[in-house]
């Protein structure tokens, strides 16, 4: 059962705009999110997080936004670099009885356009 | 969609334990898969990726005969920790992508629920 879903496998933004991508989340003990970037060929990288007791966190180009009522949250990129081209994958944590469970979503292909 | 499947999720075990963890994407072919371990609150970090039929890469820090990556087929990668200890106590995780579409490609990596490793 998927926890965490993005459904959206691909996004193509022109260089200069916005880019933004979305997670959903069936959770509601989820208490941490996380995005991730990942480029070909290489593990993600951490990319920006956010606690469930805030609801905007920005580094830089860089926002996430998170809607707890909707179980929502969402990436912005502005602007858009070509370098941005990349997956990216949201993930959830939970508090478990050892540590934190964390749940990814399958991820959204970012094409950004020159 | 892609399935990636991680056994065991959980492990309890005592110091001087080798541990075995399967990652089998079971509706696709992986030619990579990849394994990561993670801290609580914090990033994944990629200890190496697990090609089929040959040797794995670890990254740099990771012991490689500490951390046995077996890829006999492509739908299997295993991590064995040999004589685990307490500081390897943590979330391991794999992932894989599917065969055809490339590694080398925007395609999606396929994660696996994660194993949590608890090394008394």
């Known amino acids: 059962d998927q926890q965490v879903k993005q459904n959206s496998p691909s996004l193509s933004v022109q260089e200069g705009r916005i880019s933004i991508l979305n997670c959903d989340y069936t959770?509601?003990?989820?208490?941490?999110f996380l995005w991730y970037k990942k480029y070909p060929a290489e593990g993600p990288t951490f990319l920006i997080s956010?606690?469930?007791?805030?609801d905007k966190n920005e580094d830089g180009r860089f926002t996430v936004f998170l809607n707890k009522s909707a179980k929502h949250l969402s990436l912005h990129i502005v602007p858009s670099q070509p370098g941005d081209s990349a997956v990216y994958f949201c993930?959830?944590?939970?508090?478990?009885?050892?540590?934190?469970?964390?749940?990814f979503g399958t991820g959204t292909s970012l094409t950004v356009i020159p | 969609g892609a399935v990636v499947s991680q056994h065991p999720s959980r492990v309890i075990c005592k110091s001087g334990t080798s541990v075995k963890i399967e990652c089998r994407s079971l509706?696709?072919?992986?030619?990579?898969m990849f394994w990561y371990r993670q801290f609580p609150k914090q990033s994944l970090m990629l200890m190496a990726t697990?090609?089929?039929?040959?040797?794995?890469?670890?990254e740099q820090g990771v012991e490689k005969d500490k951390f046995l990556i077996n890829h006999a087929s492509l739908t299997l990668s295993t991590l064995t920790v040999t004589s685990a200890h307490p500081e390897d106590s943590s979330f391991y995780i794999c992932?894989?992508?599917?065969?055809?579409?490339?590694?080398?490609?925007?395609?999606?990596?396929?994660f696996g629920d994660g194993t949590r490793l608890s090394i008394l």
């Open positions: 992932s894989a992508s599917r065969q055809g579409q490339g590694v080398y490609s925007n395609q999606p990596q396929h």
């Open positions: 959770n509601s003990m989820f208490d941490y």
């Open positions: 956010i606690s469930s007791i805030k």
């Open positions: 993930a959830a944590s939970s508090p478990g009885n050892t540590g934190n469970q964390f749940y």
């Open positions: 509706d696709f072919q992986a030619t990579t």
């Open positions: 697990s090609n089929e039929g040959s040797k794995a890469t670890y």
